[in-house]
């Protein structure tokens, strides 16, 4: 899979929660000012933009950061604080008027404005809890997901563990809290609000975790069919996360361009993938297969010979260097095709596909409460 940190550019405006939720007792007042206190804590975090800055000298000199870590436990107790606050709120008589007076404001990181410089970013602002609560969830999601891309290269299981987690939030976005404001939420509303957009994160770091359960299954010698089935689980994956993702973009047109060639350019590695070791395997099964293994190389080479090259020049390459092995392959077998086994090719109809192998299961999200409850005045 190829890195994209974008989901981490989120930004906000400030929000001071004791200057609008009435309250019965002083405990309750110092339970909101720690709230405030935790999310201006965030805000300075993602408005500065040091988060994704960090992110990219650590991609670029290979090291690992510890501040992500503690920008994760930062966002962990907020959203602990938050649902403190979300559950007495959740069907009070005021609750629409005190979202309202907050003012709750986010910018996309995956709308095509996203893609101009931050001046220029527009700030959506809807008054509902809920939309802080899954603009925080998803901030959190990106922040697990971007975890798993730093320790991939010291330990491949708790990179796996952290690409599942991350699963587990957008998952649990995507089914339970946006549903809550689904229908009384504007239509105005960033994509990361959205179930098609939070559906398909959770999708793509499903097929993360499995692109490193395959850098594991290769360092243990697995056969190179149990490869092409690992490899064409993810091709299904985000298979399934562009159909979604091209249905919300008809709905809304403005999902970020970026974000749609990252899952195309990621779909076509793993496929290259997949079809070199399925090619591989069959004609380790049997050298009198190699005219099969030719057509299947031969249609890999084809189909992605016809689709469009990721514009962002790191991913061009990587693609370039997989099809130029694929292409060795095809010279290689054609060579010994010609000169050994004179096997004929198949037509492209009769030629079979790999078979898809999905391993990976997302961890559930289990959202946490303090014990200080926060008594909200009914009148």
């Not at 974008?6 to 001071?16: M, S």
């Not at 992500?68 to 403190?84: A, C, F, G, R, T």
């Not at 699963?167 to 404001?181: C, N």
């Not at 016809?306 to 060579?335: A, C, D, F």
């Amino acid at each position: 899979m190829f890195h994209f940190p974008d989901p981490l550019k989120l930004k906000t405006k400030r929000i001071v929660f004791e200057h609008v939720y009435a309250v019965i007792h002083t405990g309750s007042v110092e339970r909101l000012k720690e709230l405030s206190s935790a999310r201006r804590e965030i805000e300075e975090t993602i408005n500065d933009g040091s988060i994704f800055t960090k992110v990219v000298a650590r991609e670029r000199s290979g090291g690992l950061s510890s501040q992500l870590e503690q920008d994760i436990q930062k966002l962990e107790k907020y959203l602990l604080l938050l649902e403190n606050l979300i559950h007495p709120s959740k069907n009070h008589p005021w609750r629409v008027q005190w979202a309202s007076n907050l003012k709750i404001q986010w910018t996309s990181a995956l709308t095509a404005s996203s893609l101009f410089s931050c001046k220029s970013q527009k700030f959506f602002q809807l008054n509902n809890l809920f939309y802080e609560l899954t603009m925080m969830r998803f901030l959190y999601g990106a922040m697990l997901r971007e975890q798993a891309s730093e320790v991939m290269s010291k330990d491949l299981v708790q990179s796996v563990t952290l690409f599942r987690k991350a699963a587990g939030v957008y998952h649990s976005l995507a089914t339970k809290v946006i549903s809550d404001y689904d229908r009384v939420a504007p239509s105005n509303r960033p994509p990361e609000a959205t179930t098609n957009v939070c559906s398909v994160m959770s999708l793509v770091c499903l097929a993360e975790a499995q692109a490193v359960t395959i850098r594991k299954a290769e360092e243990k010698g697995n056969t190179t069919s149990l490869l092409a089935k690992l490899h064409y689980g993810i091709v299904q994956m985000l298979d399934e996360a562009m159909i979604i993702l091209h249905k919300a973009n008809k709905d809304r047109k403005d999902i970020s361009t970026g974000f749609l060639e990252f899952i195309s350019a990621c779909k076509a590695l793993h496929e290259l993938k997949s079809y070199k070791h399925f090619a591989t395997s069959l004609k380790a099964d049997s050298d009198t297969q190699i005219g099969t293994a030719l057509g299947v190389l031969q249609h890999a080479e084809n189909s992605m010979q016809k689709n469009k090259m990721p514009s962002k020049e790191s991913w061009r390459s990587v693609l370039k260097q997989e099809l130029e092995t694929l292409s060795g392959l095809i010279r290689k077998y054609e060579h010994e095709n010609n000169f050994v086994w004179n096997k004929k090719i198949p037509p492209q109809h009769e030629l079979p596909s790999p078979e898809g192998k999905k391993i990976i299961e997302l961890i559930p999200y289990q959202p946490q409460r303090s014990e200080q409850a926060i008594s909200l005045k009914q009148t």
